[in-house]
């Protein structure tokens, strides 16, 4: 079972680690202050506090496992729903489904029904009570 767990949480560290890395490149990019082209302050932070966030729930998978499987399944519940319905509210009107579909969104969507489906696997091998 540690090693299942070792294995699911490889895999999604790997996942958090690309996310980190893309938001990384945004900044690099545009500056540490963008505004991801004109949107609200709160989603802009959001957004770019990812490029730590993520890379630390990847540490955190290895290093403090149960802390870090809680930190994960909340990063990207929250980043799923928090792109929803900024899509929701920012796409025109006819074009929200294909805005869904853009590979990022797609991707988080994929990466969050893994974890929801790995969840108990990842929690039940990982050692310790942290």
């Known amino acids: 079972m540690e090693r299942r767990s070792l294995i699911v949480r490889s895999i999604w560290a790997a996942c958090l680690l690309v996310g980190g890395l893309n938001h990384a490149l ?10 991801y082209g004109g949107v609200a302050w709160p989603s802009a932070a959001y957004w770019s506090s990812l490029t730590v966030l993520d890379p630390l729930a990847a540490a955190l998978l ?16 929250t980043n799923v729903l928090h792109n ?4 929701a509210l920012h796409a025109p009107e006819g074009e929200f489904w294909m805005r869904v ?3 990022f969104l ?18 039940k091998g ?3 009570a942290n």
Request: no cysteine; proline share 4%.
């Open 84 to 87: 929803l319905a900024f899509t």
């Open 106 to 123: 797609v991707s988080q969507i994929g990466f969050m029904l893994l974890v929801a489906a790995t969840a108990r696997l990842a929690w």
């Open 26 to 35: 945004t900044l690099l990019r545009h500056g540490l202050f963008w505004d």
């Open 126 to 128: 990982a050692r310790g």
């Open 101 to 103: 579909s853009h590979p």
């Open 62 to 77: 290895f290093l403090r496992p149960k802390v870090g499987i809680a930190v994960t399944i909340l990063l990207i519940v």
